[in-house]
C-alpha cells in the first residue's frame, strides 16, 4: 500500500489494518515511515518488491496529482492492478497501467469494496 501510514489517525492507517485483520499480504510503502503495524516499510514499491516479492494489487492512497510515478513502479513491478483509493483520479496514470495490460481501479476503498464483496457472499 503506498502511502501506508503508522499514523492511527490516518485513512490509510485504518484500510491498511482492515486488511491485514482480513488476510491480506500487505506492505507499507512509505518513505517516511520504519513499519506499520510491526511490518517493515519499504520506500518504494520496487524497493518492496526486492524484498517481498510480486505484488498483484498496488494500492496507491496519494493525492491524485502524484500517482503517475506509482503507476509506472506498479507497471515496472509486474503487479496485476493499480488501484487508486476513494478520491485518488487520475487519467494518466490509468493510461500508463492499461497501456501495460494493468487493470485500474480509481476513486474506490479496497476496505469499502472488501466489505461489500464480503456482504455478498
Given at each position: 500500500m503506498v502511502?501506508?501510514?503508522s499514523?492511527?489517525?490516518r485513512?490509510s492507517?485504518g484500510?491498511f489494518?482492515y486488511l491485514?485483520e482480513q488476510?491480506?499480504d500487505?506492505?507499507?510503502?512509505?518513505p517516511?515511515?520504519?513499519s506499520?503495524?510491526?511490518?517493515?516499510?519499504?520506500?518504494?514499491v520496487?524497493?518492496?518488491?526486492?524484498?517481498t516479492?510480486?505484488?498483484?494489487?498496488?494500492?496507491?492512497?496519494?493525492r491524485?496529482?502524484?500517482?503517475?510515478?506509482h503507476?509506472?513502479?506498479?507497471?515496472a513491478a509486474?503487479?496485476?492492478?493499480?488501484?487508486?483509493?476513494?478520491g485518488?483520479?487520475?487519467?494518466?496514470?490509468a493510461?500508463i497501467?492499461?497501456?501495460?495490460?494493468?487493470?485500474?481501479?480509481?476513486d474506490?476503498?479496497?476496505?469499502?469494496?472488501?466489505r461489500?464483496?464480503?456482504?455478498?457472499?
Open positions: 502511502g501506508a501510514s499514523n492511527e489517525a485513512p492507517f484500510v489494518r491485514i488476510g491480506f500487505c506492505v507499507p510503502i512509505n517516511n515511515e520504519r506499520v503495524l510491526g511490518i517493515p516499510a519499504f520506500p518504494t520496487a524497493e518492496a518488491v526486492a524484498m516479492g510480486p505484488f498483484q494489487i498496488v494500492d496507491v492512497f496519494r491524485s496529482e502524484l500517482v503517475v510515478p503507476a509506472e513502479e506498479a507497471v509486474g503487479a496485476e492492478c493499480l488501484w487508486l483509493q476513494l485518488v483520479v487520475n487519467w494518466e496514470a493510461r497501467a492499461t497501456a501495460a495490460g494493468l487493470a485500474v481501479v480509481m474506490r476503498c479496497t476496505a469499502i469494496e472488501w461489500r464483496v464480503r456482504a455478498k457472499g
